[in-house]
């Protein structure tokens, strides 16, 4: 399972970089929510991996598995989704108003603004 | 337990949240509360810096829940000069952004700030790393809105960019933070300065790294170099009162990275503490080259502002990097100058951008705009602040990191690097300056030239025109630079004392673990 895990995280993080490099919106966003897959992934492995166990306290439990990165990991989801949101409308509102979805802004655009 | 430390959060919080729902049409109302909410948030900062100097680490459990098991909020003298200078700035931001009408340029602008201030307070309050993250993640998405507000192709252009800048530093924050928890299984601060003191030195390679991912996740705030790409375009095309408030935001970073590096990783723990070795200190001489180099070959105004920036950042965290008391001393006096002067300098550009009017902030010669005079004194002021010279406070605070950094061994390297800088710098704003206040075309002549009367009206009109008070807003960052001049010895005998405080980290982690 450690390297189900280990490995899924390393697949994810590739493909999202890769992605983000690409310097087109729509790629880049798609590789930023990739990213934050996998680490979404990697802050829920921190509290080590455990099968089958409780996460707060009950009388007739042996062991028990990390209940905080369980929490860290939904708060991460949270953000993470809001913040997609939040990129995606930007990204259509720069595509919208200036026709163009390329992430860096050149040398030529700059001399075409001034 | 002092319930006014959660104060600087909750206010603008509840200000923001009652300025979108209940007066998002009445423009006058939220100016009005918008104003009222940073007035109060000067005062109880004030209140909270007064605590802090006593030296007592001032602790606030959230839900009341102890640390380490709750998320505390830590006040101690670093985090209460932070919040001071935070509401400082938002006041007189706040004033300049309703003088100058930049608030009604489109929607939401006093929520968007409310929630910013909110994010930058928490920032500096928090005792935890993970509620860090959560606080640099509100203060970064109320940024991406105050960013493209106004709109615009290219603005919104650049504020994609800097989102997903910042969108990529976020998960790499989450990275870091995960490896630490791994490792320590703790994520408050206090804690984890305990817990990585006693970590067993052969068994740190983990730790290591996660440290490393935090300091490059800080630097990214920092706009240390080469992690500096989202700053330039991003403040050059932000509105004007957000870009002034971005200049407290590279200071999180630089707050970060002192708070995580005296306290956790600090210069005397066995593991970490010769982890950022020299190369913090050569991306920070470069940070600071690159940005002045930037100031001397920029095509507009704006972008002159955002390379001063840098290469303040990068004096900034060039006496961070050596890590003793005395640099930090030097630093923290210099933080406080270049947020007033990076501030003060995007506000007088955006002046000269609202007179000169096809010219907008281009460096080419135009006509002489209205209150020619004031605006080339108080681009003067500004670029002679940011450039360190005399009489002004960047001239104290430079003369404080040279002082300071004799104890380093690579004192000849920095001594050179901020010289030759300065002098770069002084260039680069004096041929700015020349180069729109004094080469100023001869207006376009009216058909009636002979016209003698005619001829003098229009500059008094248009000067008439012109609101004041974002004048007296710009102003008022001048004369903090001044007063932070002369005022220089008590303030620099407070900021010794708050560096003794961050390198006796055991104070610190006493005052949270202790408070049980």
């Known amino acids: ?114 | 337990m002092n319930h006014w430390i959660i104060a600087p959060v909750v206010l603008p919080a509840l200000m923001a949240a009652v300025i979108v729902l209940a007066m998002r049409h009445h423009q006058g109302l939220q100016r009005i509360f918008s104003l009222g909410a940073c007035t109060a948030l000067v005062a109880i900062a004030i209140g909270l810096f007064v605590e802090s100097a006593s030296g007592r680490i001032g602790v606030y459990e959230l839900g009341n829940w102890p640390a380490p098991f709750g998320i505390v909020l830590v006040l101690d003298r670093l985090s209460a000069l932070m919040v001071l200078i935070t509401s400082v700035l938002a006041f007189i931001v706040v004033l300049y952004a309703i003088g100058s009408d930049w608030d009604a340029r489109g929607h939401h602008f006093h929520a968007l700030f409310q929630f910013q201030l909110m994010g930058i307070c928490g920032a500096f309050l928090t005792g935890d790393a993970f509620n860090l993250f959560v606080f640099f993640e509100v203060l970064l998405i109320a940024s991406y809105g105050l960013m493209i507000h106004g709109g615009g192709g290219r603005r919104f252009r650049a504020g994609l960019q800097y989102v997903l800048y910042n969108l990529l530093g976020s998960t790499l924050f989450l990275f870091a933070l995960g490896t630490l928890y791994a490792v320590t299984g703790t994520l408050n601060m206090a804690d984890l300065a305990v817990r990585v003191a006693e970590l067993p030195a052969n068994d740190t390679a983990l730790l290591r790294v996660g440290a490393m991912l935090l300091l490059l996740v800080f630097a990214i705030k920092a706009a240390l170099l080469p992690l500096h790409f989202w700053l330039p375009e991003t403040y050059a095309e932000a509105p004007a009162p957000v870009a002034a408030l971005f200049a407290i935001m590279t200071k999180v970073g630089a707050y970060a990275i002192l708070r995580m590096y005296t306290l956790v990783f600090g210069p005397d723990a066995a593991v970490t503490g010769e982890l950022t070795g020299p190369w913090f200190l050569i991306a920070a001489l470069v940070t600071l080259g690159v940005g002045m180099i930037g100031v001397l070959g920029a095509s507009k105004l704006g972008r002159l502002a955002a390379f001063s920036a840098i290469g303040s950042m990068g004096t900034l965290l060039i006496a961070i990097s050596v890590f003793t008391p005395e640099t930090t001393q030097a630093a923290l006096y210099y933080m406080i100058h270049s947020t007033i002067a990076g501030a003060m300098m995007f506000l007088v550009v955006d002046l000269v951008r609202e007179r000169r009017g096809a010219a907008a902030d281009a460096l080419v010669p135009a006509p002489a705009m209205a209150q020619h005079g004031l605006l080339a004194a108080l681009f003067f002021g500004a670029a002679i602040a940011s450039a360190g010279m005399p009489p002004l406070s960047g001239f104290i605070g430079k003369l404080l990191i040279l002082d300071a950094v004799r104890v380093s061994e690579h004192v000849w390297l920095i001594w050179s690097v901020i010289l030759a800088t300065t002098l770069v710098a002084v260039l680069g704003f004096a041929q700015a300056g020349s180069k729109i206040f004094w080469k100023t075309t001869e207006p376009e002549a009216p058909a009636t030239a002979e016209d003698t009367p005619a001829a003098d009206d229009p500059a008094p009109t248009a000067a008439a025109t012109m609101p004041r008070l974002p004048l007296v807003a710009t102003g008022a960052l001048l004369a903090a630079s001044v007063l932070l001049s002369v005022f220089a010895g008590p303030v620099t005998g407070f900021l010794g004392e708050t560096a003794d405080q961050l390198y006796n980290s055991e104070i610190y982690v006493s005052g949270v673990l202790g408070a049980r």
């Open chain 1, 1 to 114: 399972m450690e390297f189900l895990v280990a490995s899924a995280i390393g697949v994810l993080t590739a493909a999202g970089l890769y992605l983000v490099l690409r310097f087109r919106s729509f790629p880049v966003i798609l590789g930023i929510s990739m990213l934050s897959y996998a680490v979404n992934v990697f802050l829920f492995a921190t509290g080590r991996l455990a099968v089958d166990l409780p996460p707060v306290l009950s009388d007739d439990a042996t062991a028990y598995t990390d209940p905080l990165p369980q929490a860290l990991v939904l708060t991460a989801i949270v953000i993470s989704f809001g913040m997609t949101a939040v990129v995606v409308l930007l990204a259509l509102g720069a595509y919208l108003s200036a026709r163009t979805d390329a992430v860096d802004i050149g040398l030529d655009d700059q001399e075409a603004d001034t």
